[in-house]
Each structure stands twice: as structure tokens, then as C-alpha cells.
């Protein structure tokens, strides 16, 4: 079957499998999205995965359709994208496009695994080409795009370059090179004496000491299994963040509900005795960040890496954030059961107990 791309504008225009988005009339839904209508047999903690299940199941309804669409352009929804588009391919070369999607859209990746390397140059290829010929992620608001209308012309451009270098990743060296240098070396780094990690497995938190901000895939890869990162970086410099796995319905494993940072936020604005308030993003945001605020940032600023924008100095001792952040996760958690397929009404009904 030869299937083919298209914008998300045209969903209802033929028969449509919809990727990591939802859409009223998709002849098959393949999404990772909290409540989505992916089929029950084809869910997978990445979108791309439900995409690479779909296309060993060839009988499931829907799957016939030969438009393939998807409402934003990310790695995991590109990769399951171009998975059902070259489907033999994609199956000789499953389980990198497994790693390539994870790493993309959780920053994690086992670096011991023997692919993690060309996974890692594929994404950072990716990168790379979109900030070069397009514009960053969640960028389109910022140019006055819609970004399902704007994703289509990245998802033209990419389908047809990316099985060179899936095959051959020496292609795209001048392009994935600078960003896959600098992850390699704060790998390496988070792996000094410098860095100090504990881990709260109850929780779903790891806490990373390290002297400074580092680039997501680094400090995010080793993280899998837990949905909490809280960042200790020298200066008194910290954030915490509720990691996207929280976000979606994560097939895998069984998860605590993510908890409103608010009240967090507050406690530490009462300790706190520098010129900065400790501010976080909604419960509803893709990854949710406590941090000291200057400027507010964009949306595209909270979803690039720690080392590109400021963090600003606390007046507390690291041990202090720590146990602070420690003890909120240990009350909002209270009498709660990991479980896996959490509602929006389930979690808002979890933070709104007492406590």
C-alpha cells in the first residue's frame, strides 16, 4: 500500500490514520495522548510505537487508510509518521526508530544500548535541519502560525531525506555533529565526580547535583522510570520538573499522578530571601517547570535545554530545595497507588484532596 502525508486540515477529506494527535473522522487514531482513541492492542508509551504495532498488525480497522496526517511536528510523531509510510523499513529498523522516538519525546536513552549512538545523531540530526530550515518547536505561535498548518511543510521536507540517514548517519554529519558533541560530553560529565544523584523511587523522583545546566538528552537520558527531575547546579541554581511521561498514557509502567506546583511554589516563597519568586508552569503543561522567575519564559524557551536559558540564584541551600520538594511529593502522594491510564478528571480530583 502506498499511503501518503497529509495536512492536518484535510482529516476529513478521505480516510485518515491520525498520528500522535486526535481528530474528529480519523479512520484510526495512533497517539499516546492521555485519553486518545489509539486501540487498545496498539498502545505503546510513544506514538511512533503505536505506529510500529499498527504495522504488525496489518488486519486492524482503519489501517487501509492511505492519508496519513498529524496536527504538530515532533520527532515521535514524525517517526510514526514516516514508519507507516515506509513500513518495510521501518520494521528492518524497529527498534532504533523505538529509541529515536523515546529519546525525541522523553529525553531518555540508555547510552549503554548498542544503538544509543545512532539514535542520538538521528534526533540531533532532526534538530538540527528543523531549527535551520523551519523554525524551533512550539516556534510557530511566535511567527503568528498556526502550527498544524506550519508542521505540514517540515513533514514535507523531511519525509523524503530522512531513510538516508537513518542508513547511512555519516550523510547528515555536518548537521547532527554540534549538537551530538556537546550531549556526548555532558554525558560524559554527568558522569564525574562533580555529579551527585539520588534517587526517591517512591516518588518518582532523581536528583541530580551537578555544576551546571545541562542539555536534556544528558541530564534527562538516565532518568527512565521516574517522572520527577529536580536539578542542583552550583550557585545555588535549581528547577524542577514534572517530566512529559506524566503527560501522556504511558503503556510501560504504572505512574503517580503529576501534582500542582502551586502549593510547592509557595512554601519556598516563604523561605526564600532573594529578589526572585519561585513560580511554575500549569498542571496541564506539557512538562512543567519550578524555577526562580525572572522574565517569563516561552513556551519554546521552556522546552529547550537548561543551558540555554537563566537560572537564577536561590538564597537556598540545595539540601533545603531537596527536602522541601521531598516532603511536598511525600504529602501530595499519600494514599496514592501508581496505576497506568490516568484520566485529566483523576488527576485534578488527586490534587484537590486535603492535605
Given at each position: 500500500m502506498n499511503r501518503s502525508f497529509v495536512p492536518f486540515a484535510q482529516l476529513r477529506r478521505q480516510p485518515t490514520i491520525v498520528v500522535d494527535s486526535t481528530?474528529?473522522?480519523?479512520?484510526?487514531?495512533?497517539?499516546?495522548?492521555?485519553?486518545?482513541?489509539?486501540p487498545e492492542a496498539l498502545r505503546d508509551d510513544t506514538s511512533a510505537g503505536s505506529c510500529l504495532r499498527a504495522l504488525h498488525a496489518p488486519a486492524t480497522p482503519g489501517l487501509e487508510a492511505q492519508a496519513v496526517t498529524a496536527n504538530h511536528f515532533d520527532i515521535d510523531g514524525f517517526v510514526g509518521v514516516w514508519a507507516l509510510l515506509n513500513p518495510e523499513l521501518a520494521?528492518?529498523?524497529?527498534?532504533?526508530?523505538?529509541?529515536?522516538?523515546?529519546?525525541g519525546d522523553f529525553r531518555e536513552i540508555d547510552w549503554?544500548?548498542?544503538?544509543?549512538?545512532?539514535?542520538?545523531?538521528?534526533?540531533?540530526?532532526?534538530?538540527?535541519?528543523?531549527?535551520?530550515?523551519?523554525?524551533?518547536?512550539?516556534?510557530?505561535?511566535?511567527?503568528?502560525?498556526?502550527?498544524?498548518?506550519?508542521?505540514?511543510e517540515k513533514f514535507a521536507w523531511f519525509l523524503?531525506?530522512?531513510?538516508?540517514?537513518?542508513?547511512?548517519?555519516?550523510?547528515?554529519?555536518?548537521?547532527?555533529?554540534?549538537?551530538?558533541?556537546r550531549v556526548k560530553a555532558a554525558a560524559a560529565a554527568l558522569q564525574g565526580p562533580l555529579t551527585q544523584r539520588a534517587e526517591y523511587p517512591d516518588l518518582g523522583l532523581v536528583v541530580v547535583r551537578t555544576p551546571a545546566p545541562l542539555p536534556y538528552y544528558a541530564l534527562f537520558g538516565p532518568t527512565a522510570g521516574f517522572d520527577w527531575v529536580l536539578s542542583l547546579?552550583?550557585?545555588?541554581?535549581?528547577?524542577?520538573?514534572c517530566k512529559y511521561t506524566t503527560w501522556?498514557?504511558?503503556?510501560?509502567?504504572?505512574?503517580?499522578?503529576?501534582?500542582?506546583?502551586a502549593l510547592l511554589a509557595a512554601r519556598l516563597n516563604e523561605l526564600e530571601r532573594s529578589n526572585y519568586?519561585?513560580?511554575?508552569?500549569?498542571?496541564?503543561?506539557?512538562?512543567?517547570?519550578?524555577?526562580?522567575s525572572?522574565?517569563?519564559?516561552?513556551?519554546?524557551?521552556?522546552?529547550?535545554?537548561?543551558?540555554?536559558?537563566?537560572?537564577?540564584?536561590?538564597?537556598?541551600?540545595?539540601?533545603?530545595?531537596?527536602?522541601?520538594?521531598?516532603?511536598?511529593?511525600?504529602?501530595?502522594?499519600?494514599?496514592?497507588?501508581?496505576?497506568k491510564y490516568w484520566t485529566w478528571a483523576e488527576v485534578r480530583a488527586a490534587n484537590e484532596r486535603p492535605r
Open positions: 481528530g474528529l473522522g480519523a479512520a484510526l487514531t495512533l497517539a499516546h495522548w492521555r485519553g486518545a482513541a489509539t520494521l528492518t529498523h524497529e527498534e532504533l526508530l523505538r529509541l529515536v522516538a523515546t529519546l549503554q544500548h548498542p544503538l544509543a549512538d545512532h539514535a542520538l545523531k538521528l534526533v540531533c540530526w532532526l534538530n538540527a535541519e528543523e531549527k535551520t530550515h523551519f523554525y524551533e518547536p512550539f516556534g510557530a505561535p511566535a511567527r503568528r502560525r498556526r502550527e498544524d498548518e506550519a508542521s505540514a523524503p531525506r530522512f531513510a538516508e540517514v537513518l542508513l547511512d548517519p555519516e550523510a547528515g554529519r555536518a548537521a547532527w555533529a554540534p549538537e551530538y558533541e547546579y552550583d550557585g545555588q541554581r535549581y528547577e524542577l520538573e501522556i498514557d504511558l503503556e510501560s509502567r504504572p505512574t503517580l499522578p503529576r501534582l500542582a506546583l519568586r519561585w513560580a511554575a508552569d500549569q498542571l496541564t503543561d506539557t512538562g512543567p517547570l519550578l524555577r526562580l525572572g522574565r517569563p519564559l516561552t513556551k519554546a524557551e521552556r522546552y529547550a535545554d537548561p543551558d540555554g536559558r537563566p537560572i537564577y540564584a536561590s538564597s537556598l541551600a540545595a539540601g533545603t530545595v531537596e527536602s522541601e520538594v521531598v516532603a511536598f511529593l511525600q504529602k501530595g502522594y499519600a494514599g496514592l497507588e501508581p496505576k
